[in-house]
Nanobody
């Protein structure tokens, strides 16, 4: 069964750092791109960053450029999201989603095939 599991969320102060992990399992994780999204209550998931299977394509949304870094270690089936200089507005539930490599890294959540359960990030100001 294809599965993603996020971890690493928590409560931090503004200016602190967190590293989120997305661990995949299942036969389709190979040749899969991963997108990190975040979601506030009652809102749609917003694309944060994405990375292709070979890490040759990486995207960031403007609000996190220069502060967040996405990377992956395919030997561990893991995608990381290093979040530095956290701001209060980064507070959300973060999800990773899997998408076929050939589709790319669209910003819309509707194109992603399966998701993890989410990990909550809380930033106190």
């Amino acid at each position: 069964q294809d599965q993603l599991v996020e971890s690493g969320g928590g409560l931090v102060q503004a200016g602190d750092s967190l590293r989120l992990l997305c661990v995949g399992s299942g036969r389709t994780f190979s040749n899969t791109a991963i997108g990190w999204f975040r979601q506030a209550p009652g809102k749609e998931r917003d694309f944060v960053a994405g990375i292709s299977w070979s890490s040759d394509k990486i995207k960031y949304r403007t609000p996190v450029k220069g502060r967040f870094t996405i990377a992956r270690d395919n030997s561990k089936n893991t995608v990381y999201l290093q979040m530095d200089s956290l701001k209060h507005e980064d507070k959300d539930v973060y999800y990773c989603g899997a998408i076929s490599e050939e589709i790319g890294l669209p910003f819309s959540e509707q194109f992603y095939d399966y998701w993890g359960q989410g990990t909550e990030v809380t930033v106190s100001s």
